[in-house]
């Protein structure tokens, strides 16, 4: 798979060097500092410490003895979209200024790593693997209607009686309905750009699959709880991070993994509109 992605993978994908984990761990854990407990500094100052850790393990291999890429480049590029990300506030509002907001600092965070790494290293580090591993087959397609079946279970059980779907904005007229559409499918895309094929990507390439995957749910998780997924959402964006990952994993298709998030996320955009609009959706839910 390494091969057909653009990922240098490690010597021994079973061993993990305590050094490489715990730098990776140190800047990961940022992304909580930075969108659950929102204190700057202690999120910048995760990041430095992680990034000096790289930086010493790079100098204990100077000549690339073990064969990887340079930790303190890849953890850098995973910090430096944290940071974008983190100079504007998650919560999400649907006016003009608050979308174009979301839209720069999002993009920014996925199209700045990828530029870094494409054009200035030049190791294709992160890459968009649309296709992947060719035909969906029937577990596939079993997965779409089983993640429709999960999410219409689910969701409005956890939206309405936590309260959480306050966290987003009354949509009450046609327009607003529409930019919550708009809204809530385009961050769906942009979780698999960015944690995904940049962050799970990068972090593969010093770390086992197993070890990477827990990491990057890390920093998924810590996103969508600024987003709204608050209360007891963790229960379900633990698993549901930790999931898209192992599905990149298998199928080596961004496609597919942008497909169960939308369909997730359809799921998330009817029970908000029904949540903040008693009567116009009766029957569809059960709660």
């Known amino acids: 798979m390494a091969a057909k992605t653009g990922q240098v993978r490690a010597p021994d994908a079973h061993a993990v060097e305590p050094l490489v984990l715990t730098a990776g761990l140190l800047v990961c854990l940022a992304a909580p500092a930075f969108f659950v407990v929102e204190i700057e500094w202690l999120g910048i100052a995760l990041l430095a410490a992680g990034l000096a850790l790289a930086a010493v393990r790079d100098r ?6 073990r064969r990887r890429p340079g930790l303190l480049r890849d953890l850098g590029l995973i910090a430096i979209g944290m940071l974008i990300v983190s100079v504007i506030s998650l919560e999400a509002q649907l006016d003009d200024l608050s979308m174009l907001r979301f839209t720069l600092a999002l993009g920014g965070a996925v199209a700045v ?23 969906w087959g029937r577990l596939q397609w079993g997965w779409l209607v089983a993640v429709l079946a999960l999410g219409w279970l689910i969701l409005p059980f956890y939206f309405v009686t936590s309260g959480v779907y306050r966290n987003w904005p009354v949509v009450d007229t046609p327009d607003l309905i529409a930019r919550l559409f708009v809204g809530v ?3 769906g895309i942009w979780d698999e750009l960015f944690f995904i094929c940049t962050v799970f990507a990068l972090l593969r390439r010093h770390l086992p699959d197993l070890a990477a995957n827990l990491l990057q749910a890390i920093v998924f998780v810590s ?6 997924y608050r209360e007891w ?3 379900l964006t633990i698993p549901f991070a930790l999931l898209q990952g192992l599905i990149f994993l298998r199928t080596r298709s961004l496609a597919y993994v942008v497909t169960v998030h939308l369909l997730f996320d359809a799921v998330v955009f009817l029970v908000l509109v029904h ?12 709660v």
């Open 185 to 187: 499918g385009a961050v």
């Open 223 to 228: 996103f969508l709880w600024e987003l709204g």
């Open 233 to 235: 959402g963790p229960v």
């Open 113 to 135: 790593p990828y530029v870094l790494s494409r054009f200035v290293f030049r190791d294709h580090a992160v890459r968009f693997p649309w296709r992947g591993g060719g035909r």
């Open 60 to 65: 204990r291999d100077p000549a690339g003895i």
């Open 275 to 286: 949540g903040h609009n008693p009567g116009m959706l009766d029957g569809l839910f059960l």
